[in-house]
Nanobody
Framework: QVQLVESGGGLVQAGGSLRLSCLAS????????VGWFRQAPGKEREFVAA????????YYAESVKGRFTISRNNAKNTVYLQMNSLKPEDSAVYYC???????????????????WGQGTQVTVSS
């Protein structure tokens, strides 16, 4: 079992930056791939980025490539999402999720992940 808690969301102007954190507790976090998703009102949950357990491989949605960076510190049981050049369309609730399988992590399919956090709100004003 893994428990995930997101933090770092908030209100930022377009062009600004935020860093989200996903703190894990419970089972050995370093064995899990972790993904970030987001969900805006009235829209489906959307894949953003994923990172494997050893921090060697990462995968991004096209909409955030070059602007967002996913990283992890297994010693701190934390995965980060650095978000730069934010746009109003990035506004959403952001969730982190964990799964044993890298294949699941890069599938972009939310229903493949075993564990989810409660989400943190990101609002980008124009």
């Amino acid at each position: 079992q893994v428990q995930l808690v997101e933090s770092g969301g908030g209100l930022v102007q377009a062009g600004g930056s935020l860093r989200l954190s996903c703190l894990a507790s419970g089972s050995t976090f370093s064995r899990y791939a972790v993904g970030w998703f987001r969900q805006a009102p009235g829209k489906e949950r959307e894949f953003v980025a994923a990172i494997n357990w050893s921090d060697v491989r990462t995968y991004y949605a096209e909409s955030v490539k070059g602007r967002f960076t996913i990283s992890r510190n297994n010693a701190k049981n934390t995965v980060y999402l650095q978000m730069n050049s934010l746009k109003p369309e990035d506004s959403a609730v952001y969730y982190c999720a964990a799964d044993h399988s890298w294949g699941t992590a890069v599938s972009g399919a939310p229903n493949g992940y075993d564990y989810w956090g409660q989400g943190t709100q990101v609002t980008v004003s124009s």
